[in-house]
């Protein structure tokens, strides 16, 4: 790592001259920092007719939002575009394009998605996407079938496994999940309203237990490929058309993980909508992301029974009736990790626009209240829910 320096504007403008692989790179004359994430400095790199050309993103070695007091692995920019090259492999259309990355540098260069916008902020201004639920379902399908047992040799698999590996990462994963919510933790942000509720998180033993079934699945169960923070704000929307980008938290773990993450902040869009729209916007809206609950997991489900049919390897795996059995294990995996995504988005640090930007304070609260409540119902049922339809009727009585 010893070439590593933080970029300015200037070197991301040269490095996008060298390595972004456009027709004219000497056209390239300026940056703009844009990096509004957690994590690290993304610049936009702009023609000399103001046209946005390319993307050039770099890891910082501290969390960006925290500061230097939280230092943080560079690996994660090689993770990063890893994961990207590999799920662009199995699903171009829905996955950002990786140009160039430079494992030293922490750098990546990334095609330029300045036609799309994020769908978390599309989601909280009440905007549908009508055929994103289903591309984000294809891409789910698509990049976890692809590298998972089902397909890849058992020496390739180990490798990939081993390729992967991204300790730091999911760390901050498994204590932001599945710890600081549970327990009185500094890094913890919700209302003093919520206390009680909060509290009562920490002292239900059924859920503690479901909670570290869960952690423990994402220590072990290396099923997969996972893009590891799939939320709204990792996904780019336009009409039409869906990408994945910000992979750097993937690594081998449960597929349910990703799913479950996925359907989770489309549940914190659904509690926050009658603090973000008008009422009968909101009751629509919320229809709405009822039924993009449904048509990710359908989407997913169908197309990843469709592809172990037609492609999966191994004797053993490719038993009738095999993929079927799984995938009810992803399915009570998928509600319990979005359960544990529901709570930690609202009780923990990491908190979204969904909820952020409700400005009526009570409203707010009530909000979170919702979320956090039907984040616990989600964990502590997760193995009771026959399917999808059974898991929207159960959100709908959550209120
Ligand atoms: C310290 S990083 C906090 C969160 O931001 C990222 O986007 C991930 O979701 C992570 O959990
Ligand atoms: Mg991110």
């Known amino acids: 790592m010893s070439q590593y320096r933080t970029f300015t504007a200037a070197d991301a403008v040269e490095y996008a001259k060298r390595y972004g692989g456009i027709d004219d790179p000497s056209a390239l004359v300026s940056a703009e920092e844009i990096g509004d994430g957690n994590l690290n400095l993304v610049f936009k790199i702009y023609d000399n007719q103001g046209v946005s050309r390319v993307v050039v993103k770099q890891a910082l070695p501290y969390v960006r ?23 662009y492999k199995y699903c171009p259309q829905h996955t950002v394009q990786i140009i160039h990355y430079d494992a030293d540098l922490a750098v990546m260069v990334m095609e ?3 036609h799309y916008r994020i769908w978390r902020s599309e989601l909280v201004k009440g905007v549908r996407y009508p055929e994103a639920s289903r591309q984000l379902g294809e891409y789910l399908a698509q990049t976890l079938f692809h590298t ?10 180990k490798a990939e496994v081993a390729r992967f590996i991204n300790p730091e990462m999911c760390e901050i994963t498994e204590d932001l999940f599945f710890n600081d919510p549970y327990n009185d933790h500094q890094r ?12 009562s998180l920490r002292h239900d033993n059924a859920l503690r237990i479901a909670v570290a079934a869960l952690k423990h699945r994402f220590f072990a169960n290396a099923e997969a490929l996972l893009h590891g923070d799939i939320h709204s704000g990792s996904i780019f929307v336009a009409e039409g058309s869906l990408k994945a980008i910000d992979a750097e938290f993937g690594y081998f773990g449960p597929i349910g993980f990703d799913v479950g993450t996925a359907i ?8 926050g909508l009658p603090g973000l729209v008008a009422p009968r916007e909101a009751a ?5 992301r009822l039924a993009d609950v449904h048509d990710i997991w359908s989407t997913f489900s169908a197309r990843f029974l469709q592809l172990a049919k037609e492609k999966t390897t191994g004797i053993a795996l490719g038993y009738p009736g095999y993929a079927q059995a799984f995938l009810r294990k992803v399915w009570a995996d998928t509600i319990g990790y979005c359960g544990t995504e529901l709570i930690r988005r609202t009780v923990g640090m990491s908190h979204v626009a969904d909820m952020k930007l409700i400005k009526d304070v009570a409203m707010r ?6 979320a956090i409540t039907l984040g616990r119902t989600l964990i502590l049922a997760a193995d009771h829910v026959e399917d999808v339809d059974a898991l929207i009727a159960r959100i709908r009585q959550a209120g």
């Open 65 to 87: 939002c925290v500061g230097e007091s939280w230092p943080l692995t560079l690996d994660r920019a090689r993770l990063e575009a890893q994961t990207l090259v590999e799920h």
């Open 112 to 114: 330029d998605l300045s």
């Open 148 to 157: 998972s047992d089902f397909i890849l040799h058992p020496h390739q698999k």
């Open 188 to 199: 913890n942000n919700y209302p003093a309203a919520l206390e009680p509720l909060v509290a």
């Open 264 to 271: 989770g902040n489309l549940l914190i869009n659904y509690c």
């Open 284 to 288: 629509d809206a919320r229809e709405q």
């Open 365 to 370: 609260t009530e909000c979170l209240r919702n």
